[in-house]
């Protein structure tokens, strides 16, 4: 069922982008989505940008989201979750370094990555790629993380932008590709568009590396059951983005 | 000695009398396929009709506690699309041994026929008429399920177009004699039923003051359907000679054999693949296994019907 959520705070992310800080924990795992309903308006997923107390990245790309941006402090919505498969930590004795890469507004659910990461002692290198400079989301939040960080860990962010207005020119894989011939990571996270998902991927294939990737679908039940979210294409088939994802550990 | 799990519906071979029900995975040959690796005995496909429909708006599924209420609004790529998926599906199942149902629906007595010709033409094992969708009267009015004789005269016009293809038609739970509505099927030549479909309910959110369903109302499967289930199974094993699927609220291969108690040939399983993940359709057939030899219990016949005298 549903919970009701009050917001309690509402930062803005970008020029379309907000998170919404509501009234208390949803004990979840980085990866994992909620559904938002807003009674008579519609319900959809959305990743969880924090756990305690939940919050939620939206960005506003259709009537629903933009009726989530109407919202303010003291409005409430509900919430459905968590759901689906998170990212995992590796199960290494030792901490290492880890590759955080978000396409878009696919960087949402990462921040809450990177905050595990670094509380568990890994080292955290961040590729955030976007169309252009206003697009580019929680750059400043990551930057921040590497405040207070120790020595020999640390946080690294890059930037890219596809027309050269903020960090470097060109696409996320670029960085990535960057990120990795300075310091191999253990694990690559990633969250995007398909497209960049499937270069992640093949970068990854031809490196070596171990991946864990999140895939979007247009969720109906978010259960498991109706079949709306299955993968076509690739070489998963069968596979139910609300279930056995949204997170493919490989 | 292992109990013999092996299941005869309509001369069909079941390696065990687990089916995934219509509605869940049931969408593409791929979600088919990995039933039928998980160990279901057969699967069934989610129900098609004449045109692609994109079903309701979300909320369309929720878990309340004591089962699941939905309303997808039988979202489907239409007959034609649909015949295109099964006949790869029957391709892909055909090395596992396991039976491929079609589920159809449609909104005349005269389109259940046209129908049913389509999805005949991909030769599934079976065709499940599906006359008890509670999810879709706003647009269908209500379901043909509900009267005995319009629950025939669909039987009739599907049986009339579908050739050698056996038909099993799936009834709804809330009618006052279910016995005779299956009868009136049978009469009609339906070589099997299934039953049951979900039960009409309503879920609402006192916070937000509204249902929380989209559509309003939706079916009540899971746990809370189970007792319903085995009422109307029992009923119709009573009535009619003919084999049943059991459906509704089957969460455990101890919830199976309540049902094979009841009188079913075959137990349906949906649900339980929220509650338990897509593996319990083969846990299920194992655990009903367990239950089998714990009780000394040789076969599905031994205890088929036991709980009617």
């Given at each position: 069922?549903?919970?009701?959520?009050?917001?309690?705070?509402?930062?803005?992310?970008?020029?379309?982008?907000?998170?919404?800080?509501?009234?208390?924990?949803?004990?979840?795992?980085?990866?994992?989505?909620?559904?938002?309903?807003?009674?008579?308006?519609?319900?959809?997923?959305?990743?969880?940008?924090?756990?305690?107390?939940?919050?939620?990245?939206?960005?506003?790309?259709?009537?629903?989201?933009?009726?989530?941006?109407?919202?303010?402090?003291?409005?409430?919505?509900?919430?459905?979750?968590?759901?689906?498969?998170?990212?995992?930590?590796?199960?290494?004795?030792?901490?290492?370094?880890?590759?955080?890469?978000?396409?878009?507004?696919?960087?949402?659910?990462?921040?809450?990555?990177?905050?595990?990461?670094?509380?568990?002692?890994?080292?955290?290198?961040?590729?955030?790629?976007?169309?252009?400079?206003?697009?580019?989301?929680?750059?400043?939040?990551?930057?921040?993380?590497?405040?207070?960080?120790?020595?020999?860990?640390?946080?690294?962010?890059?930037?890219?932008?596809?027309?050269?207005?903020?960090?470097?020119?060109?696409?996320?894989?670029?960085?990535?590709?960057?990120?990795?011939?300075?310091?191999?990571?253990?694990?690559?996270?990633?969250?995007?568009?398909?497209?960049?998902?499937?270069?992640?991927?093949?970068?990854?294939?031809?490196?070596?590396?171990?991946?864990?990737?999140?895939?979007?679908?247009?969720?109906?039940?978010?259960?498991?059951?109706?079949?709306?979210?299955?993968?076509?294409?690739?070489?998963?088939?069968?596979?139910?983005?609300?279930?056995?994802?949204?997170?493919?550990?490989? | 000695?292992?109990?013999?799990?092996?299941?005869?519906?309509?001369?069909?071979?079941?390696?065990?009398?687990?089916?995934?029900?219509?509605?869940?995975?049931?969408?593409?040959?791929?979600?088919?396929?990995?039933?039928?690796?998980?160990?279901?005995?057969?699967?069934?496909?989610?129900?098609?009709?004449?045109?692609?429909?994109?079903?309701?708006?979300?909320?369309?599924?929720?878990?309340?506690?004591?089962?699941?209420?939905?309303?997808?609004?039988?979202?489907?790529?239409?007959?034609?699309?649909?015949?295109?998926?099964?006949?790869?599906?029957?391709?892909?199942?055909?090395?596992?041994?396991?039976?491929?149902?079609?589920?159809?629906?449609?909104?005349?007595?005269?389109?259940?026929?046209?129908?049913?010709?389509?999805?005949?033409?991909?030769?599934?094992?079976?065709?499940?008429?599906?006359?008890?969708?509670?999810?879709?009267?706003?647009?269908?009015?209500?379901?043909?399920?509900?009267?005995?004789?319009?629950?025939?005269?669909v039987t009739e016009a599907v049986k009339a177009e579908v050739g050698e293809v056996p038909i099993s038609v799936k009834l709804a739970p809330n009618v006052p004699s279910v016995g005779r509505i299956a009868r009136a099927v049978v009469e009609a030549g339906a070589d099997a039923i299934t039953a049951v479909n979900t039960m009409p309910g309503m879920v609402i959110d006192a916070d937000a003051g509204r249902s929380v369903l989209s559509n309003r109302v939706g079916g009540i499967s899971g746990p809370a359907l189970k007792p319903i289930a085995l009422r109307c199974v029992a009923e119709?094993?009573?009535?009619?000679?003919?084999?049943?699927?059991?459906?509704?609220?089957?969460?455990?291969?101890?919830?199976?054999?309540?049902?094979?108690?009841?009188?079913?040939?075959?137990?349906?399983?949906?649900?339980?693949?929220?509650?338990?993940?897509?593996?319990?359709?083969?846990?299920?057939?194992?655990?009903?296994?367990?239950?089998?030899?714990?009780?000394?219990?040789?076969?599905?016949?031994?205890?088929?019907?036991?709980?009617?005298?």
């Open positions: 069922m549903h919970e009701r959520y009050t917001i309690t705070g509402v930062d803005t992310e970008n020029y379309r982008a907000k998170t919404l800080y509501l009234d208390r924990p949803l004990k979840a795992e980085p990866g994992q989505f909620a559904m938002v309903w807003l009674p008579g308006v519609d319900e959809r997923p959305f990743s969880i940008a924090a756990d305690d107390p939940l919050a939620l990245t939206v960005v506003a790309v259709g009537p629903f989201s933009e009726a989530i941006h109407r919202l303010v402090v003291g409005d409430a919505l509900w919430v459905r979750g968590p759901l689906g498969q998170g990212f995992k930590l590796p199960d290494t004795s030792t901490a290492g370094r880890l590759l955080l890469a978000g396409g878009g507004y696919g960087v949402a659910p990462l921040l809450f990555l990177a905050r595990r990461a670094i509380a568990a002692g890994y080292g955290v290198d961040v590729c955030i790629g976007a169309k252009t400079a206003v697009d580019v989301l929680l750059r400043r939040q990551f930057e921040a993380l590497a405040v207070g960080t120790a020595v020999g860990t640390g946080v690294t962010t890059r930037v890219t932008t596809e027309d050269g207005t903020l960090g470097a020119r060109g696409l996320v894989t670029e960085a990535v590709g960057a990120a990795v011939a300075q310091a191999r990571p253990d694990v690559v996270y990633a969250c995007g568009p398909v497209g960049m998902l499937e270069a992640v991927e093949r970068q990854c294939d031809d490196l070596g590396l171990p991946h864990q990737l999140s895939w979007e679908a247009t969720m109906r039940c978010g259960m498991g059951l109706c079949g709306a979210c299955e993968r076509h294409g690739g070489t998963k088939v069968g596979w139910l983005v609300c279930h056995d994802g949204p997170v493919d550990r490989g | 000695m292992a109990p013999d799990l092996t299941c005869d519906l309509l001369g069909l071979r079941l390696r065990n009398p687990i089916v995934l029900a219509s509605g869940v995975l049931g969408t593409s040959a791929a979600l088919l396929m990995r039933a039928a690796r998980a160990g279901a005995g057969a699967v069934t496909s989610k129900s098609c009709g004449p045109g692609p429909r994109a079903g309701h708006a979300n909320p369309v599924a929720v878990d309340w506690g004591h089962g699941v209420i939905n309303a997808i609004g039988l979202s489907n790529p239409g007959a034609e699309e649909e015949t295109r998926m099964l006949m790869e599906a029957r391709t892909c199942l055909a090395p596992w041994g396991v039976p491929l149902i079609a589920s159809l629906f449609a909104g005349t007595v005269t389109e259940y026929g046209s129908v049913a010709r389509i999805v005949a033409s991909a030769h599934p094992d079976l065709i499940e008429v599906n006359i008890s969708c509670p999810n879709v009267a706003d647009e269908f009015g209500t379901p043909f399920a509900a009267e005995a004789q319009t629950a025939a005269a119709i094993a009573r009535a009619v000679d003919v084999p049943v699927i059991g459906t509704g609220g089957m969460m455990s291969g101890r919830d199976a054999a309540e049902m094979l108690m009841a009188g079913a040939t075959a137990v349906g399983v949906g649900t339980a693949v929220w509650y338990r993940g897509v593996t319990a359709l083969g846990e299920i057939a194992s655990e009903l296994a367990t239950f089998l030899s714990q009780h000394g219990y040789p076969s599905l016949a031994s205890i088929r019907g036991l709980a009617l005298h």
